[in-house]
């Protein structure tokens, strides 16, 4: 069974643990650089990208975390996770670190404060059925991507439309969503599936 880890520093770790375990998966928290020696994998959950920052250098996990993304271990992140895997982060603090992964620009609070949050129905590619009904709560955007990062969906109607809000590059996936915030497993089951095949080489 994959053991995923799910960075508990701040945010919906318990919901992702939740999910990555009906999904099939061994999740558990990371907090410490010992506990991230022990999985597969990890989860980046949605939170304040600043605060998740500065508590992984706190925690010193930043370095082992960004060094192992680096290396090949598959990695996800929602919202708050996804700021934390781009490369280049827009409107951040001076101060604000992120682990990389994905060759991506992700602009901070993209779609504006906690009263701007809303829900909405996206086609995500790599996920059969229907539409995932998706959580946006002071969520990031992506501004740009490299040639070699996926798009997986984008936002349409509104002041949004076109806008980037899933990638993946590689073992890293990403989204401005909070999938963790719903009962609709397919994300995770993507992600479960994707540490899966990492593993099998």
């Known amino acids: 069974m994959t053991r995923i880890g799910v960075l508990a520093l701040q945010g919906d770790v318990a919901e992702h643990v939740r999910m990555l375990g009906e999904c099939g998966a061994d999740a558990v928290p990371v907090r410490r650089p010992e506990e ?5 994998a990890l989860v980046i959950p949605g939170g304040e990208s600043t605060t998740i920052s500065k508590l992984a250098v706190e925690f010193e ?7 192992r993304v680096a290396e090949g271990m598959p990695a996800y992140g929602s919202c708050a996770g996804m700021i934390m895997l781009a490369e280049r982060v827009l409107d951040g603090r001076d101060d604000q670190r992120a682990f990389g992964g994905v ?3 992700v602009r901070r609070n993209a ?5 701007d949050s809303f829900e909405t ?8 059925g229907d539409p995932l009904h998706a959580v946006f709560i002071r969520a990031p955007w992506v501004e740009s991507v490299g040639e070699s990062v996926e798009v997986l969906s984008r936002v349409t109607g509104g002041r949004a439309d ?3 809000v899933a990638v993946r590059q590689g073992n890293v996936l990403a989204t401005a969503f ?7 497993l ?6 479960a599936d994707m540490v899966r095949a990492a593993a099998a080489g």
Not at 36 to 40: A, I
Not at 61 to 67: G, L
Not at 178 to 184: F, V
Request: proline residues 5%; hydrophobic residues 40%.
């Open 36 to 40: 991230l020696l022990t999985v597969d």
């Open 186 to 191: 397919r994300v995770h089951r993507l992600f």
């Open 178 to 184: 909070h999938p963790e915030l719903t009962d609709d």
């Open 162 to 164: 076109g806008r980037i």
């Open 121 to 128: 129905d996206l086609r995500i590619a790599g996920v059969d």
């Open 61 to 67: 996990v930043f370095e082992p975390i960004r060094k």
């Open 111 to 115: 779609f504006g404060r906690q009263v």
């Open 103 to 105: 060759d991506m620009t």
